[in-house]
């Protein structure tokens, strides 16, 4: 999620079992924003110290010395990341090798830019139903590609992934 309340909302209403994770690269922005030019680099070595750390409990520890850190210089920065902190965190709740899959939402936008690119040229759409069906040829057109290019450091088979859409999605 982005931060938009509405739609973590109702988000959490459709999907009463699923964890929203913010993402953190935007969480970063909005704190960065708040910084004189003269701080942002240590300000941002410490978000990536939170962001990356080895587990929660450090996390926390490391955003409790941001806080100390910056409490008093920076209050608004400290503000904005202490009321997303605890969202920013949920990724710790899955297997660590999918952790870096989690931390952002760069990989969502990039489906939606292909969506953008594809449909805006488009003057006319044979119907809704048309338009459903161009969209699933680019969502598998694009799993297709993730699956054979993996970000980062994930692996090809998401193990965690595989039995829980198994369990809950197939029929």
Not at 33 to 39: G, H, M, N
Not at 41 to 53: E, G, H, P
Request: glycine content about 4%; proline content about 4%; charged content about 30%.
């Amino acid at each position: 999620m982005d931060g938009l309340p509405g739609l973590e909302r109702v988000f959490k209403e459709e999907f009463t079992n699923a964890k929203a994770q913010r993402c953190q690269v935007h969480v970063a922005r909005n704190v960065l924003a708040k910084v004189p030019k003269k701080f942002k680099k240590a300000v941002a070595d410490d978000l990536r110290s939170i962001f990356y750390a080895s587990s929660k409990k450090k996390a926390g520890e490391f955003f409790d010395q941001f806080t100390d850190r910056w409490g008093k210089d920076l209050p608004s920065a400290v503000k904005c990341l202490g009321t997303s902190i605890d969202a920013c965190m949920t990724f710790f709740n899955f297997p660590e090798e999918e952790w870096i899959s989690l931390r952002t939402t760069n990989i969502i936008e990039r489906l939606n830019k292909e969506f953008k690119r594809r449909t805006k040229s488009m003057e006319i759409v044979a119907g809704e139903r048309a338009c459903y069906t161009l969209l699933t040829f680019i969502c598998l057109k694009m799993e297709l590609h993730w699956q054979s290019n993996p970000i980062g450091k994930v692996r090809k088979n998401l193990p965690f992934f595989q039995i829980l859409a198994h369990k809950n999605f197939t029929q």
